[in-house]
């Protein structure tokens, strides 16, 4: 049995699964068992130098993704730290780790005219989502412009140059950007 301290099980499973494969495609690819797989993933074998590098390689893992313990980071409501990513009349908090480079999440609050400004602009992500939680948004894209309301929500490239801007003269607008990878 594994010590509790290595147990990497669960982590292997994942990515099996995120990568859409079964226990046979990668027992196949890896030249072992798919009986030997499957306990590996239930921490019930302690595998050889040679085998964990084989497995770690077909589900595209490092293997110090394997052994880093998780690491959690809680945000209490108005606690994020602020962030200034630009513009105008905009008030907006980090809500994910600065630590985090695969994912970055901003919630924003566009009072009444705030603005991205008017200048179209990008950022070194492959993908930006926004989620309008009160109010509503205006992103203008290269070539294309959308009113997003309460619920809505887009995603594009981001590096599609945008900006976007709370069109209200009264109401305040709340939404949540995420962007991956963190800019």
Not at 94 to 111: A, F, K, M, N, Y
Request: charged share 15%; net charge negative.
């Amino acid at each position: 049995m594994t010590p509790p301290e290595a147990r990497i099980g669960a982590r292997l499973r994942a990515a099996r699964q995120a990568r859409g494969m079964t226990l046979d495609q990668v027992a196949a690819a890896c030249e072992l068992t798919k009986g030997f797989i499957s306990r590996l993933e239930r921490d019930e074998v302690s595998p050889s130098v040679a085998s964990l590098v084989a497995v770690a390689g077909v589900l595209g893992i490092g293997m110090g993704e394997l052994f880093d313990p998780p690491s959690t980071q809680l945000v209490r409501a108005g606690t994020g730290p602020p962030i200034a990513f630009g513009g105008q009349h905009v008030h907006e908090s980090l809500l994910t780790p600065g630590t985090q480079r695969e994912l970055q999440v901003i919630h924003s609050r566009l009072e009444p005219g705030g603005t991205g400004g008017v200048d179209l602009y990008t950022l070194r992500s492959a993908v930006e989502f926004v989620y309008v939680l009160a109010g509503a948004l205006t992103v203008q894209l290269a070539s294309e412009t959308h009113l997003l309301e309460v619920g809505d929500a887009l995603t594009f490239p981001g590096r599609t140059p945008h900006t976007w801007a709370n069109g209200s003269a009264t109401d305040a607008a709340e939404v949540l950007w995420a962007l991956s990878p963190a800019p």
